[in-house]
């Protein structure tokens, strides 16, 4: 039987774990750091949008749990995100995925669902 890509990603935890790596990554990202960076002063806020990025992905990747959160438009209007910020978003979310392990093939999957999201997110 196949798996999930929520299970070949971990389930809600291994999840977590590249999300927070992929925040981390964002912050040294000197090319997307200035959106991220000031979350740091911010903890609480931080916390709500990681979790937020877990349930939508831990929903759109075949998990038990249904996403409540804004839709990506929504959540991504007024932030007038360019291409090439949403292409290293990408590589930084790649290098969480090598960082936990993340076969090939699973991280096609995920970088499929990434693509089919830009349009919601680049340039609203």
């Not at 971990?10 to 912050?27: A, C, L, P, Q, Y």
């Not at 740091?40 to 990747?61: R, Y």
């Not at 991504?76 to 590589?91: F, K, L, P, Q």
Request: proline share 3%; net charge negative; glycine share 8%.
């Amino acid at each position: 039987m196949n798996k999930t890509l929520f299970e070949r990603l971990g389930g809600r935890n291994g999840i977590s774990k590249i999300v927070d790596d992929t925040v981390e990554n964002h912050m040294n990202n000197p090319a997307v750091n200035a959106r991220f960076m000031p979350f740091k002063e911010k903890p609480e806020q931080l916390a709500i949008i990681k979790s937020h990025t877990v349930d939508f992905f831990s929903a759109g990747s075949g998990g038990p749990n249904d996403y409540k959160g804004k839709d990506m438009v929504t959540a991504h209007t007024g932030m007038n995100i360019s291409h090439a910020e949403y292409m290293h978003v990408m590589d930084d979310i790649v290098m969480a995925l090598d960082k936990n392990n993340i076969d090939e093939d699973s991280k096609k999957d995920v970088l499929s669902i990434l693509w089919s999201l830009k349009g919601m997110m680049i340039g609203k």
